[in-house]
DNA sequence: TTGTAAGCGTTATCAT
DNA sequence: ATGATAACGCTTACAA
C-alpha cells in the first residue's frame, strides 16, 4: 500500500502539501500541486479512507435502514440514494430493522457506531419519542415515510390522506358507489392516513363509510385474498375495491378469481404504491404512485446539504402522489 | 464520545487491558475484565470502529457488488448477506455496477478504497481475466453466479444448465413436443447454459431443437412479450414455452393473452428464477428455484471462513435449481 | 497478567 | 505557500 508519505517523498514536499492537495485546499502553488499529482499518478496512490475518517471525523458514510431488504419497494429506495451517494464520493452502509422495535433500536446503534455522518431511517416500530430523542444526538438522520411534528425538517413522506383520496375518488368518478376498501394495520400512520383519505372521498360523495365494507390487513399479500373473501362474503355488495398497498391488491385480484369474478367487469381494484409488479399483473394494477425514489434522492440532498454543506439544493418534504390509470379498474 | 482512556482510567486499568477485555483476549484476569467492564457499562462505552479498523488494519466491512438494487432478484441476496454479516457484528457497503463494464470497475475500486475486508461480486461485465487478475490483489473476494475455472473457489454459482434441463423436462414430461423457448442474451454465461439444458432435455427425447421455435430476448419483460408474438407469428406450432427468466415469461404471458390464449390450456409457460411475484401472476407461474439467497449466505460464510477465519462452516459451491410447480404448466 | 510505547495513515494547528 | 508536529482512538509488540 503506498501512503502519504512515499507521495511527499517522491514529489519532494512535505506531508502536508500532499495533503493540501489531496483535499484541494487553496494557497498551493501551481508548481507543487503539479509535483503531487504527478507523483500520485506514478504511484497509483490511493488514499487511506480509514485514516482520513479518524482524522477528520468525517466518515462519507451514510447509514441506511429500511424494514426489509427484499420485497419491491426497497430496492428503488437504496437505487437511488447509492447513485446520488457515490457520485459525490460518499457511500452508504445498509441494515435492515425487520419492522421490529428493538431490532430497529440496535440497527440505528450499529450505524451510529459505524461514524455514519448521518442516517436515512425507514422504520415505523420505533417511537416519535425515541425519535425525537435521537435527534439530540450527534448524528443527523433524514426520515422518510414518516411524519414527526417536532422533526418536520428530517421528515420526507407522501401525502397519504390524498392518495388514498385519489384512488377512491377514481372509483367514484367512475360512478361506483358501493365500495370496499382492505387496509394496512391502523396502528401505522401511513395505513391510517390512507383510510383517511378514502373516508374523506366517500363523504365528498355524501356517502357513508360502511364499516361491512371495511376489512384490515397487514399490507401482506394473503391478508388482500382473506379479506376480499370476507368482504365477498359478507352481505353488503360492493362493485370496487380500494386495497392500501399494491400486495393486498394482488392478492385481492386473486381472490376475486376463487369466486369467478371479472376483474375489472364484476369489481373494479385499484392498489397503492405503484410496485414494478403491477404491471404483471393481468390485468395491470391501477394504483397510486409512490415516488419513494424521488423520496429517497430528496433526503440524500438534504443530507448533502446539511452535513456536507452543499448549496443549490432546493429541498421539499411533502411529496404528492399520483393517479396510475391501468386495467383493473373500470366504469359501472 | 467517550474514549479507551476514559474507561482505563475509571477502571484504574491500562488502555491495553480495555483493549484486551473489548476484543476477548485470553490472559486478563477476571478482577481487572470487571472493573473494565463495569466502567464500559457506566460510561456507556462505544468504541470507535474506525480507530480499531485504522489499527488493525481490519475494517469489519464487506464491499457488495451487484448490477442493480431494484428489481426482484438482489433484495433476497442482500437480504441474506446483511443478516449474516450483522449477527457478527460486520456490515457491508453496497454499490451498483449497471451491468456496464467501467461502471463495475469504478465501483470494485470504490469498495477497495473503502478497505472492504472482501468482497461479494454480482458481475457480468466485466472480463475473466479482469477478475483473475484482481485476485492476485489483496483484497479476497467472492463471485455469485458466475463461474471462472482459474477461480472455482471463489464461485458462487447455479447449475444453470439443469435449471434449463429440468424447466424443458417437465414440459416434455406433460407431453408437449413441440416446445418454444425464449432465451437471454446468449452472450451472458448464464442465458447461454440454461439454452443448452433446454437442448439436452430435448436431445434425451430425441427431438430437434428448432430454432424456428426459439427467440433471444434481453431478459427484460418486454422481451417475453415481443418474443412470443414472433414465435405465435411464425408457422410452427408449439404447446408449450419455456423462457429464461421470470421476467420474459410474464411478459409472454401478457402477449399470450394479446392472442386470446389461455394459459396453461393453450400453451404452458415456464419461467426461471422464482422471483417473488411469479406467485402474484394469474396464473401463478410455474419455474425453477433459483436460491440465490442461500448463495449469498454461502458466500458470505466462505468469507467469514478465509478472511475472518472461522471454523465450522463447510463450504459449497455449485448450488442446484429445483423445479416449482405451479399453474401455468399442464399436461397435454 | 499487566503496562509502556510505537505505530496505523491521515488531518489540522501552528509556526515560519 | 510550506513544513513540523501533535492529534484522531485504537491495536499490538515488547517489557516488566
Known amino acids: 500500500m503506498t501512503t502519504i508519505y512515499q507521495v511527499s517523498e517522491l514529489a519532494?514536499?512535505?506531508?502536508?502539501?500532499?495533503?493540501?492537495?489531496?483535499?484541494?485546499?487553496?494557497?498551493?502553488?501551481?508548481?507543487?500541486?503539479?509535483?503531487?499529482?504527478a507523483a500520485m499518478e506514478q504511484l497509483d496512490y490511493r488514499p487511506n479512507e480509514t485514516a482520513r475518517?479518524?482524522?477528520?471525523?468525517?466518515?462519507?458514510?451514510?447509514?441506511?435502514?429500511?424494514?426489509?431488504?427484499?420485497?419491491?419497494?426497497?430496492?428503488d429506495m437504496l437505487s437511488g440514494i447509492e447513485s446520488e451517494l457515490r457520485a459525490v464520493g460518499k457511500?452508504?452502509?445498509?441494515?435492515?430493522?425487520h419492522s421490529d422495535e428493538s431490532s430497529e433500536i440496535e440497527a440505528i446503534r450499529f450505524l451510529i457506531d459505524r461514524n455514519c455522518d448521518a442516517l436515512i431511517l425507514l422504520v415505523d416500530a420505533v417511537s416519535d419519542d425515541y425519535l425525537i430523542n435521537?435527534?439530540?444526538?450527534?448524528?443527523?438522520?433524514?426520515?422518510?415515510?414518516?411524519?414527526?411534528?417536532?422533526?418536520?425538517?428530517?421528515?420526507?413522506?407522501?401525502?397519504n390522506k390524498l392518495g388514498g383520496y385519489l384512488a377512491t375518488k377514481h372509483l367514484l368518478d367512475q360512478g361506483h358507489r358501493e365500495i370496499a376498501y382492505i387496509s394496512g394495520p391502523i396502528s401505522k400512520q401511513d395505513a391510517n392516513e390512507r383510510l383517511i383519505g378514502h373516508k374523506n372521498a366517500l363523504t365528498e360523495f355524501n356517502l357513508e363509510f360502511n364499516n361491512d365494507l371495511f376489512f384490515e390487513g397487514d399490507?401482506?399479500?394473503?391478508?388482500?385474498?382473506?379479506?376480499?373473501?370476507?368482504?365477498?362474503?359478507?352481505?353488503?355488495?360492493?362493485?370496487?375495491?380500494?386495497?392500501?398497498?399494491?400486495?393486498?391488491?394482488?392478492?385481492?385480484?386473486?381472490?376475486?378469481?376463487?369466486?369467478?369474478?371479472?376483474?375489472p367487469a364484476d369489481c373494479s381494484i385499484m392498489g397503492f404504491d405503484n410496485a414494478f409488479f403491477t404491471e404483471y399483473l393481468y390485468p395491470q394494477l391501477s394504483t397510486i404512485d409512490y415516488p419513494i425514489k424521488n423520496m429517497a434522492q430528496m433526503a440524500t440532498h438534504w443530507i448533502l446539504k446539511n452535513v456536507y454543506k452543499k448549496s443549490n439544493l432546493t429541498i421539499e418534504n411533502l411529496f404528492t402522489p399520483?393517479?396510475?390509470?391501468?386495467?383493473?379498474?373500470t366504469s359501472i
Not at 53 to 75: D, K, M, R, T, W
Not at 91 to 97: Q, R
Not at 222 to 250: P, R, V, W, Y
Not at 322 to 329: A, H, M, P, V, W
Open 134 to 159: 435521537l435527534s439530540k444526538g450527534s448524528t443527523p438522520f433524514a426520515l422518510i415515510n414518516r411524519q414527526i411534528p417536532e422533526l418536520t425538517e428530517n421528515c420526507f413522506y407522501l401525502d
Open 219 to 263: 399490507f401482506l399479500t394473503k391478508s388482500g385474498q382473506i379479506g376480499i373473501k370476507k368482504l365477498l362474503e359478507g352481505k353488503q355488495k360492493f362493485t370496487a375495491l380500494s386495497c392500501a398497498n399494491d400486495e393486498m391488491a394482488s392478492g385481492a385480484m386473486r381472490g376475486a378469481r376463487d369466486f369467478n369474478l371479472d376483474i
Open 53 to 75: 475518517s479518524l482524522a477528520s471525523s468525517c466518515s462519507n458514510c451514510i447509514g441506511i435502514l429500511v424494514s426489509e431488504l427484499h420485497g419491491p419497494f426497497y430496492g
Open 91 to 97: 457511500h452508504s452502509i445498509i441494515a435492515a430493522g
Open 322 to 329: 399520483t393517479l396510475i390509470l391501468r386495467e383493473s379498474t
Open 12 to 37: 519532494g514536499v512535505s506531508l502536508s502539501s500532499v495533503s493540501r492537495v489531496m483535499n484541494n485546499h487553496q494557497h498551493v502553488s501551481e508548481n507543487t500541486k503539479n509535483k503531487v499529482l
